[in-house]
């Protein structure tokens, strides 16, 4: 019963939450003021939400009891669970999905395309290549062994899309969309052949992987993906306004004063560079990256100022209580957590769409 | 000085030269018509004036200063461009759009502050887009998108502003109520004007001064009367036309024949 009631909440309070907001927060410009409300709300409802997250599983924990007992070292195996398998697991979670968020309204304004995400430009398919190389090559049991090949991979594919697609210094988005692409089916058709190669006790790694799994969550893969996560956003933040005015066209952000090319460039890098510690770090997951930015652009309007923040916060959210879903929906059994989001994204996302009158929605 | 310099301006896209040797200079409170034929090279002078392409011969300065030397903001403070309307891949209220003229004005890490919600407000009100702040540009007729887009340009505070063929899809009662509205501001509140347009009659009706385009070079400048005649359009568009006086105003008026 308690668990029941645990699921339910897990998806009502965001979706309580950005329904009062958006009945409030409609049709404002954004002000420093109101950026910070939203990410003051949108933090409540991550807390609450990671805190849910925290006590919910097939191991039932006693929270006041844990609460009572604190944070002193407890060896008991409620303590065990909650502070070493699930926290770290919430926190990677949590850093997957704000960097995958924040990404993903990143290249939606710079290519100006409601249809892209993160992995748009390529970044997932180098790193698929260099997790399933080493998953073959059976890399999985040094620690950081597969992330640092996915790395690997993911900027591999950055540094040869961008190479493709840049002339005299330029770097134009279409070219740029074509080149991620054909990169992207590359890797695709590399990975395939490797499956075919792959033996089958490393298959279902390789399946895990392809469909994002945060299953080995460890608290020093969390912190490194924070790192990453805060300093490619602050890149990006810093050229909020800017994104802005690329949204409305290059050439007319070039009128109004927007440096176009050199704040392209760092946004790209920036947005791969996060997009690229993501994937490294939890596989594949898809959907978070393009729904998250299009839900809060939905009811908080299009301002880069506080989409970002807000995508950041609500992306979080969003994989932590995907991820919870994914490792207990059929406990004692893990689902991957990309099945989660794609299974709940999509339909959710239609509603939404559904509901929406001129690109604006109140749910 | 004159506010603008374009100093024997050539420029060329590979090896083709799209313009040779433009030599004008736009004094403050001057209202400029640039006309000609498809291809004569209007678009590409005022995205060399903009400062969006640069002319491999000669330079463009304003008010002393070759425009290259300027940042982008600090262009964008002098300069303003009225373009054509063109959708935007996400939704954005009439308001944010505005506010977006305030943009070189602002640092970094800054966000609008009254001074820039007033200076918007009064853009609005002067474009009569006030009642209309809170809408989706997506929701906006033809018109109204076209005033929005000078409320933008005026929230830059300019010194100059160019337009680029900004009437072009809109009706003849809409072209006339957005040049009605530019010559007022340029009128009363003494603000240059460059407008780049297809319509001989709009820009002999408006304009003070007329250059005329052919094939890259002037074919003819000054005044509208000595601008828009018989010879210098047909020469310039290979077309018969008859240029006669508009019958309540006085100025120049073409007719196909």
Redesign the interface.
């Known amino acids: 019963m308690t668990r029941f009631f645990l699921f339910i909440s897990l998806l009502a309070v965001p979706a309580i939450a950005l329904s009062v907001a958006s009945r409030i927060e409609t049709g404002k410009a954004a002000t420093p003021l109101r950026v910070s409300r939203v990410c003051v709300l949108l933090f409540g409802v991550f807390a609450a939400v990671a805190a849910m997250a925290a006590v919910t599983g097939p191991h039932r924990i006693d929270l006041i009891a844990l609460l009572r007992q604190g944070l002193a070292a407890d060896t008991s195996p409620e303590h065990t669970i909650v502070f070493s398998v699930r926290i770290p697991r919430i926190l990677l979670a949590a850093v997957v999905g704000a960097a995958l968020s924040t990404a993903g309204a990143v290249f939606q304004g710079l290519l100006r395309n409601p249809l892209a995400d993160p992995y748009i430009l390529g970044v997932s398919g180098g790193a698929a290549v260099g997790a399933v190389l080493g998953i073959i090559a059976g890399l999985d049991i040094l620690p950081f062994g597969i992330p640092a090949l996915a790395a690997l991979g993911s900027f591999a594919a950055i540094v040869l899309v961008f190479g493709v697609a840049g002339r005299r210094g330029e770097t134009p988005s279409g070219t740029l969309l074509l080149s991620g692409v054909i990169v992207n089916a590359f890797c695709t058709a590399a990975i395939m052949f490797l499956i075919s190669t792959a033996s089958g006790t490393r298959l279902h790694g390789i399946m895990f992987w392809l469909m994002g799994d945060l299953g080995l969550a460890e608290s020093g893969q969390a912190l490194l993906g924070a790192v990453a996560l805060l300093a490619g956003f602050a890149i990006i933040y810093l050229h909020s306004r800017s994104l802005n005015l690329l949204v409305i066209g290059e050439e007319q952000a070039l009128q109004l004063g927007v440096d176009v090319e050199k704040t392209r460039r760092v946004l790209f890098f920036a947005a791969s560079f996060i997009t690229a510690a993501a994937v490294s770090l939890s596989g594949l997951i898809g959907f978070v990256g393009l729904l998250v930015p299009h839900l809060i652009r939905m009811i908080f309007g299009s301002d880069y100022r506080l989409l970002l923040p807000a995508s950041c916060l609500f992306g979080a959210t969003f994989l932590v209580a995907a991820d919870t879903l994914a490792r207990t929906a059929l406990a004692p059994s893990e689902l991957p957590v990309g099945v989660i989001t794609a299974l709940f994204g999509a339909p959710f996302f239609i509603y939404l769409l559904k509901k929406t009158e001129a690109g604006r929605c109140r749910f | 000085m004159p506010l603008l310099s374009v100093d024997r301006v050539s420029f060329k896209y590979g090896e083709q030269w799209v313009l040779r040797g433009i030599d004008f200079e736009v004094e403050k409170g001057d209202f400029l018509g640039v006309i000609g034929p498809n291809g004569s090279g209007k678009t590409t002078l005022l995205r060399i004036i903009?400062?969006?392409l640069r002319p491999q011969e000669g330079e463009v300065r304003l008010e002393g200063t070759e425009i290259g030397r300027l940042?982008?903001?600090?262009?964008?403070?002098s300069?303003?461009?009225v373009?054509q309307y063109?959708a935007?891949?996400?939704?954005?209220?009439v308001?944010?759009?505005v506010?977006?003229?305030r943009?070189?004005h602002?640092g970094?890490?800054r966000?609008?502050a009254d001074r820039d919600?007033r200076i918007a407000r009064e853009a609005m009100e002067m474009t009569d887009t006030l009642a209309l702040a809170?809408r989706?540009m997506?929701?906006l007729s033809g018109g109204e998108r076209q005033r929005v887009l000078i409320a933008r340009a005026l929230a830059?505070e300019p010194r100059l502003m160019l337009l680029d063929e900004p009437t072009a899809f809109l009706d003849i009662r809409h072209q006339v109520d957005f040049f009605d509205r530019i010559r007022a501001l340029n009128r009363d509140r003494g603000l240059t004007i460059v407008a780049v347009t297809h319509d001989i009659n709009l820009a002999a009706h408006y304009c003070d001064r007329v250059i005329l385009l052919k094939d890259g070079r002037i074919e003819a400048a000054g005044s509208v009367e000595a601008v828009i005649t018989d010879e210098n359009i047909r020469r310039a568009y290979e077309t018969r036309v008859l240029v006669d006086r508009h019958p309540a105003t006085g100025s120049p008026r073409i007719t196909l024949t």
């Open positions: 903009d400062g969006i940042r982008r903001d600090a262009l964008a403070r300069v303003a461009v373009p063109s935007l891949a996400f939704p954005f209220s308001e944010e759009v506010l977006m003229g943009s070189p602002l970094r890490w966000f609008e919600y809170a989706d997506e929701s830059q």
